[in-house]
């Protein structure tokens, strides 16, 4: 089941990816030639074109750098930044935004050269052309695309793509309604762990835990909070309730973490293991603060998640779900459902009303014999 899932969510997240890049690359290199009048960057790139097209060759180049930028946001190096003094990240950065930019000139610069000839890498050297102030220009504003890109990609996967938006428009000054599915993720044992491992590692653990956690992105989750050694994650309905999304989210992460139990035990000696709880309904969604803003949800429906979660080592289940989001869900295959044995209805601290809760887990495959 998930294997397919990864490979559907893999390539939608590639072709997103190189969207967004796309549509950035082509405003940037555009408002470029608007605001200087300077088309000589875009011609003629190893004669892929038979005219001089500026229109074409804006295009070919807006796509060849979508395709790099995108490959580099499908790689993973999180946990080599962590671990590696931030100077190196820093300046390999600024090489790879200088060499970019370089590149270009060059090859903006020399139109006839063959792949033949490109192999050698002494030709760069020898046929770079003279930095003037025109390409002085061009490598600045290059640049300062290129943070701004990262800046821009780095914003929206932070408060989500609709808040985003939102954002920009200036409308999240204006509390909103919205339906919303949350999930409270907690890590098991964790006050005994930090004990037994200390404040300095146990945050590292944390770190390469919530590393991991990042996975419930290709289940269009978004990380809305972090909680000490939890999190608060959040889907629109529509996105949550697709494919069973909220619950395939959990399982893949705790799969995860299973599938390297190995590593975490190797550097921790421990091996984490988590609980959640899922619940929907209505929120309010509002931006908060003048100075450090941040984008908040209030309501009841955050409360009650939490109260469902908190009930997981009573019920002795990793997941519960409350009966609302049971019902709205449109698929039940590949889960167990079983309510809560005891009562119809749980009753949970701090409610009056009691809520039906659901012990969720995977359902097995039948051997063949």
């Known amino acids: 089941m998930f294997l397919l899932d990864k490979l559907k969510i893999r390539t939608l997240n590639f072709l997103s990816s190189l969207f967004y890049h796309l549509i950035f690359w082509l405003a940037s290199l555009f408002f470029y030639v608007f605001i200087t009048g300077d088309e000589s960057i875009y011609i003629n790139y190893l004669k892929l074109f038979i005219k001089d097209d500026i229109y074409g060759n804006t295009v070919l180049l807006s796509a060849l750098l979508a395709v790099l930028f995108t490959a580099i946001d499908m790689a993973s190096f999180d946990k080599l930044m962590r671990r590696s003094p931030i100077r190196i990240f820093v300046f390999l950065r600024f090489f790879l935004y200088l060499a970019l930019g370089l590149l270009i000139i060059f090859f903006s610069s020399n139109k006839n050269l063959s792949f033949e000839q490109l192999k050698d890498y002494r030709i760069y050297f020898e046929m770079m052309p003279k930095i003037g102030l025109p390409q002085a220009r061009f490598i600045a504003w290059f640049y300062l695309s290129c943070i701004l890109n990262s800046l821009f990609r780095a914003s929206y996967r932070k408060i989500g793509i609709s808040n985003f938006l939102h954002w920009i428009t200036g409308t999240l000054n204006k509390p909103r309604v919205e339906k919303r599915i949350f999930m409270f993720v907690d890590m098991k044992s964790s006050v005994t762990i930090a004990e037994k491992l200390g404040h300095k590692r146990f945050s590292f ?6 590393s991991d ?49 190995f590593i975490y035990n190797n550097i921790y000696g421990e091996k984490p293991e988590f609980k959640a709880g899922l619940h929907m309904g209505e929120i309010m969604v ?21 109260r469902i979660e908190s009930k997981c080592n009573e019920l002795k289940s990793n997941l519960l779900i409350s009966g609302l989001l ?28 009691a809520i039906q ?13």
């Open 326 to 353: 049971y019902e709205r869900l449109k698929s039940h295959d590949g889960f167990t459902f079983s309510e809560h044995k005891d009562k119809e209805a749980l009753k949970l601290k701090g409610k009056k009303k």
């Open 286 to 306: 509002l931006q908060v603060g003048r100075f450090k803003r941040d984008i908040s949800y209030n309501g009841d429906t955050l409360n009650t998640t939490a």
């Open 357 to 369: 809760v659901y012990k969720v887990g995977i359902k097995q495959k039948k051997k063949r014999k």
């Open 205 to 210: 653990l944390v770190q390469d835990v919530f």
């Open 213 to 261: 956690l990042a996975i419930i992105e290709n289940y269009k989750g978004e990380i809305y909070q972090y909680l000490g050694d939890g999190a608060i994650i959040s889907w629109s309905f529509k996105n949550g309730i697709r494919n069973n999304n909220c619950i395939k989210a959990f399982f893949a992460f705790q799969k995860l973490i299973q599938r390297k139990s």
